[in-house]
Each structure stands twice: as C-alpha cells, then as structure tokens.
C-alpha cells in the first residue's frame, strides 16, 4: 500500500478517536457539573456553557503558534504532541472536584490542542497533488464520524459506567491514537531545510498568508461553515419540540436530526473530494456553498419533523463538500513550507466560528427565532460565495496573465 494511504488510514482513526472523545462529554456535562456540587440546574447550565466554549477560545489564541512550530520541526511531531497532551488533561478531568477545576482543563485542552490540523496539514503535504481532494475528504470524514458516534457512546458508557470512568477510557482511546500515529505515520519532511525559511514570527507569518488574497477567503468559509452549522445548533431541540409536542422520546428525535445531517455528510466528503481531485476543488466548493444556502431555505418553512428531518440531510451532504475543498484549495494556495501555519489559522477560525457561532445565535434567536436564523445563515453562505468566487477568479486571471 502507497505510504500516503497508510498515513490517511491511520490518522483516519486518530481523528475518529479524537473527535468523538471530545463529544463523549456533550449529552452528560450539565450532569457532571452537578455531581461536582452544582445542585442548582440553571447554574449548571451556565457553567456547562462556559466550560463548552472555554476550550474553543483557547483553542483560537494557541493553533498559530502550533502551526508555525509545525512547519519548523514537522506536522508528525505535532500530532503527537497535541495527541499525548488531550490524553493526559482528558484523564486528568476525570479526576476534577469542582467545575472550576474541569474549567481548567477544558482551557489547557484547547492551548494543547491541534490533532486535527496537524493531521490534515501532514496528510496534504505527503500526499500525490492528483489525489488531494479524496483524501481530505476521507480524513474529514473521519471527524464526522466521531463527532457522530461520541455522543452516542458517551451517553451509553455514562449509564454503564458514571461520568469519571468515561474521561479515563477517553485518555486510554487518545492515547491508543498516539502510539499507532507515532509507529506507523511516516513524513516526508526536511527539518534542516525548514529551519532556514521559517523564522518569521506567527504574527509576520499571518502577515504573508494574508497577501494571498485566495487564504483569507478560504479562512472566512471555513468560519462561516461554523457559524451557520453551530448558530443553529443550540436550538434545534427546541424547534423539534416546537414542531412535535412534549412527546416522550423528544430527546432521541432532536438528536436524530444532528446525527442525521452528520451521517450525510459522512458519506458525502470522500465522494465530493473524490469528484473535486476530477473537476476540480473550487467547483465543489462553490456548488456546495450554494447546494448549502439553497438547503437552508426549507429550514426555513418546515411544518413538520419529517420536513425538518429531509432539509438537514440535504443540508449535510453540501456541507460535507466545503471543509474537504477548503483544505484542498488552502494546500494550492499555500507556500512550500507554510502548510502548518496555513491550517492552524484555518484551524483558528473553525474554533472562532464554534464559539461566535452558538453565542450570537442564541443572542439573535430572541428576536427572529430559529427561522430567521436559518435564513441569515443562507445568506451569509451566499455572500461568502460571491467573495470566494472573485478572490479565485483573480487568482484564475493572474495566473493566465503571467
């Protein structure tokens, strides 16, 4: 098997491992929070909100840094690194006694973050150019996949076991993702080559990324993509329960519908990447950020569960497209030996788009409820088209000048 496909193979389940012990948490921390002492639900609330965005926030501020260290001294270093760390404070949670504490670790958990990045910067730059395109499409999927199933197995392991036990098998799994990336992840990579052409600082660095005028745009999708997938998100249980009534099984239905959207967008990434390394990554972008504002548009009017249900499956399959073509158009646009830095500010604004997003959507949800939110985030989509477009188009029209 090429060296390319076992890289992806194995970093595929590293990112599986990884992101689904980062949702594990999700159906159970206000619960956690209250075993840690706070009995009253609204504060539980409140804490489980700040320690949910606590880890983005870092996240933010820490993955340049990681980026350019990555395009010093390698992207395998990297993902071990930020694999080992998450082990640890992932452990390390299990043993909190007061949500300050899990506070705390959630914070030191984003500045020690960057698997993902990482993973995807190494798995561009050791793969065949021709190729590209299905592999970071097979690599995102890899995330949905975990995304999808860590709550699910959080829930069940938390029956089955109490919260502490499953931050402890969550360390044991991440850890597991280490050693198999540190035994069998090979990178092609020249340290002492990367020594001489990276000792710009992070701030220089973005400095040189942002006169691509091609970067900055991908980095706004990637935000975008966030903000309206998570501006929403928050809410949807109480859409569901708005469309459906109290029904007993209000919770499994609400779920079904993320996990549903993630199940096809699963399916689409690798397909789409597949279809961007043929006819290339900005014409699936671009199809993918109308397919996705298009799709945003019966949110808008449903009536009923099944309505909903259909509109964000077909929601994901468009937004399985955008991340993997994103990457692949990041990894064109890119100079040689920037590709760390270049994801981890792509990296960046995911986090931001995760924090801004849930935030401002339940700031504006008040006053234009849950559709109105829908229809912002079809037209942000839609603005965030016509930039990529033109910022590609002088790309397109530089390069047949010169």
Do not use: C
């Not at 995807?120 to 395109?133: D, F, H, M, Q, Y």
């Amino acid at each position: 098997m090429n060296r390319w496909k076992i890289n992806l193979i194995v970093l595929w389940f590293g990112q599986f491992l990884v992101m689904s012990g980062m949702t594990m948490i999700i159906p159970f921390l206000p619960l956690y929070i209250q075993e840690l002492g706070v009995m009253n639900s609204e504060e539980a609330s409140v804490w489980a909100g700040i320690i949910f965005a606590a880890n983005f926030l870092t996240s933010f501020i820490a993955q340049p840094i990681w980026g350019k260290i990555a395009d010093r001294y390698g992207r395998k270093m990297m993902v071990i690194r930020s694999g080992l760390g998450m082990a640890i404070v992932m452990t390390l949670m299990g043993f909190s006694q007061t949500p300050l504490h899990l506070l705390l670790l959630r914070m030191m958990n984003g500045l020690i973050s960057g698997f993902v990045p990482a993973a995807t910067s190494l798995v561009s730059a050791n793969t065949p150019k021709e190729r590209i395109g299905v592999a970071m499409g097979s690599l995102q999927s890899g995330a949905i996949a975990g995304t999808i199933m860590g709550p699910l197995i959080g829930g069940v392991m938390a029956d089955l076991f109490g919260f502490r036990m499953i931050f402890y098998i969550t360390g044991s799994l991440m850890f597991l993702a280490t050693v198999f990336a540190w035994f069998f992840v090979q990178e092609q990579f020249n340290r002492k080559e990367a020594s001489k052409q990276n000792d710009l600082s992070v701030l220089q660095g973005f400095r040189q990324l942002r006169a691509i005028p091609q970067l900055p745009a991908l980095f706004a999708v990637t935000f975008m993509i966030q903000f309206a997938l998570m501006s929403s998100m928050p809410q949807i249980t109480l859409f569901v329960q708005h469309l459906v009534g109290n029904v007993e099984n209000l919770a499994f239905l609400s779920g079904f519908v993320g996990s549903v959207m993630g199940i096809s967008n699963m399916i689409a990434s690798p397909l789409l990447g597949r279809i961007g390394d043929r006819k290339g990554s900005e014409m699936v972008l671009k199809v993918s950020l109308l397919g996705a504002a298009i799709t945003f548009i019966p949110q808008i009017f449903v009536q009923n569960y099944w309505q909903l249900l259909i509109a964000r499956f077909l929601f994901g399959i468009f937004m399985g497209g955008m991340i993997p073509s994103v990457n692949a158009l990041i990894r064109k646009h890119t100079p040689e030996g920037m590709e760390g830095r270049a994801y981890s500010f792509n990296s960046s604004f995911l986090a931001l788009g995760n924090l801004v997003g849930p935030t401002l959507g339940g700031f504006l949800v008040g006053w234009i409820t849950i559709r109105g939110i829908f229809a912002v985030g079809a037209v942000m989509l839609l603005i965030n088209l016509y930039w990529v477009h033109r910022k590609l188009k002088a790309f397109r029209n530089h390069t047949a000048a010169s």
